[in-house]
């Protein structure tokens, strides 16, 4: 058996559609175009690639976007003056610090200075807590895009047996609260968990959020299950050429799932998707106006 391959670049293209769409009924019935504002602390060369990629979908989405770009050297009380700003700022509806930040910010205060309407990363303590607690929040754009790919699989995933392989507040613990939002059963898993193949053996539902690549072995899938494979490494073959490897050796998975996803071209298409839906749906909330249809 051949699993079938998760186009997260086409459903991910969908879901940016079916944005703009909401974006332009929001200009034309109420006057409201949704704006993101991303904060780039310093140069790392694939934060800014990150950034452009943001700013080139959230323009094509039909939303404002705004680019604030600081020195790696800042002063972390200008980190806070500009977020206080954006916070204040009427045309902005998303605030997206750009992480990791250089060592000399902490990126807890900086975190929770945005305003949790605003935060559309869903990293803020509140917007973590009201998720843990079952309310309503803004969540995680990684861990959204892994509900959205697995109920293109599966229509409920009510009484499935999951597992989620690593437990960072991006990517891990927020995809367990999903998970259980949606009557999953689920396995956290970590680096202390024991057994881990024999774990991920009973899983309907497989999510690697790890960043190792090829851990998760062929052997260690139920024949049919779901695999959604978070992770991306960088890696550099012996004739210099890099490539992008996930958490999952595909090759071997491949022949055991019934579907999973491709690295690139999986979850990794599906993060910017949904940071343009949480600001869809702040930009909706902050005004009063009813949940857009996405
Ligand atoms: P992270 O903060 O480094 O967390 C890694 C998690 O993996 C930790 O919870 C850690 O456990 C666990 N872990 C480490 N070694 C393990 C092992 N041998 N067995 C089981 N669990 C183990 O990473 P992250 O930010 O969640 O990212 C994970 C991966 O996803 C990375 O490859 C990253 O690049 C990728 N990512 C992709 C996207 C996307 O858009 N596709 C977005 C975000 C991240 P402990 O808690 O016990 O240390």
Not at 22 to 29: D, G, K, M, S, Y
Request: with cysteine.
């Amino acid at each position: 058996m051949t699993a079938r391959i998760i186009d997260g670049k086409l459903i991910a293209a969908e879901l940016r559609a079916r944005v703009a769409e909401e974006v332009a009924r929001l200009q034309c019935e109420n006057g409201l175009t949704p704006g993101l504002a991303v904060v780039l602390v310093g140069s790392d060369p694939a934060s800014q690639v990150y950034v452009r990629n943001k700013h080139k979908q959230t323009q094509a989405a039909g939303m404002a976007s705004f680019e604030h770009v600081l020195p790696a050297y800042v002063a972390q009380a200008e980190v806070l003056a500009l977020i206080e700003k954006l916070n204040r700022d009427a045309s902005v509806h998303g605030i997206l610090v750009q992480l990791p930040l250089p060592k000399t910010l902490h990126t807890e205060t900086v975190i929770s200075a945005i305003d949790p309407a605003k935060d559309v990363d869903g990293l803020h303590p509140n917007n973590a807590g009201r998720l843990a607690g079952g309310l309503a929040a803004l969540s995680p754009c990684t861990p959204l895009g892994c509900i959205i790919l697995s109920k293109r699989v599966h229509a409920s995933l009510e009484g499935m047996n999951a597992i989620v392989i690593g437990r960072s507040n991006l990517v891990g613990r927020p995809l367990v609260q999903l998970l259980l939002n949606e009557n999953a059963t689920v396995t956290s898993a970590h680096s202390r968990s024991r057994d881990l193949g024999e774990l991920c053996a009973r899983a309907d539902l497989v999510y690697a959020a790890v960043g190792k690549p090829e851990m998760v072995r062929g052997d260690w899938i139920k024949p049919g299950a779901t695999v959604i494979d978070v992770g991306i490494t960088r890696l550099t073959g012996p004739d210099g050429k890099t490539r992008l490897v996930g958490d999952v050796a595909f090759a071997e998975a491949v022949d055991v799932a019934g579907a999973i996803t491709p690295v690139p071209g999986g979850v990794g298409q599906m993060t910017v998707a949904c940071l343009l839906v949480n600001t869809l749906r702040a930009a909706c909330a902050i005004h009063g106006l009813p949940k857009p249809a996405v």
